[in-house]
């Protein structure tokens, strides 16, 4: 069991570029989630998958924001056109989850920086 | 929708001074409540978790209740250490298994 890893752990860009980020989950964990955190406040969710469907995305999934989880195993999210307000960590988490798991694993996030 | 509230930080102490963070929710139903905490440069690690009401999760030394009378999970330790320097997160579990987190509580322990 090596953890959620995420890659990569900075990025750096510039208003209007897209960007994407990669979440590997704990190997045999079912659902993925994808949070965003700035500074000072908690993580907010953004959207999750059960193996490779994407059961739910929050209001602050913009149409600029898309997650894909093509095997049910990774996952990426890509932020078009990119801007200032994108500046956050963004946090990928998994679980195994059969209705009576609920503990979620999370990696160290992807600090992203628009400038 | 769900949400919780956390108070407020920075929470300062000496070390070996008792520790309450407070935290209350609202839900729809009885979620399970969980505690994460996020030390300096490191990912969010669960802490502790409540399934039902008056169940009391513990870890590390801390502990908290699910009270659901006052919908309420308030975090705990007796005698705090400063490795227990953090931002701590509390998180009820919505009807579709997701965390909804509050804004979080730093804590700075003093020796």
């Known amino acids: 069991d090596t953890g959620v890893s995420q890659d990569p752990r900075h990025k750096i860009t510039k208003r209007g570029q897209n960007v994407t980020f990669r979440c590997d989950p704990i190997s045999e964990h079912n659902r993925l989630y994808w949070y965003r955190q700035t500074l000072g406040q908690g993580p907010e969710f953004l959207t999750y998958?059960?193996?490779?469907?994407?059961?739910?995305k929050s209001r602050l999934l913009s149409d600029r924001f898309s997650a894909e989880r093509p095997k049910g195993s990774f996952s990426t999210l890509e932020i078009q056109r990119t801007e200032q307000g994108d500046s956050a960590m963004y946090l990928c988490a998994s679980s195994f989850w059969d209705s009576t798991n609920e503990k979620l694993f999370f990696g160290s996030g992807t600090q992203l920086s628009v400038l | 929708g769900d949400s919780v509230t956390q108070m407020e930080g920075p929470v300062t102490l000496s070390e070996e001074a008792f520790l309450t963070i407070n935290c209350t929710y609202t839900?729809?139903?009885?979620?399970?409540l969980f505690w994460y905490v996020q030390y300096p440069g490191e990912g969010l690690q669960l802490l502790l978790k409540?399934?039902?009401?008056?169940d009391k999760g513990s870890n590390k030394g801390f502990e908290a209740t699910y009270r659901k009378e006052t919908t309420s999970f308030h975090l705990e330790k007796g005698s705090v250490q400063v490795s227990d320097s953090a931002v701590y997160f509390c998180?009820?579990?919505?009807?579709?298994?997701?965390?909804?987190f509050g804004s979080g509580t730093r804590l700075l322990v003093r020796p």
């Open positions: 409540a399934t039902k009401a008056d």
């Open positions: 998180a009820p579990m919505d009807s579709s298994y997701k965390l909804i």
């Open positions: 998958f059960q193996n490779e469907a994407q059961l739910e």
């Open positions: 839900a729809t139903g009885y979620p399970s």
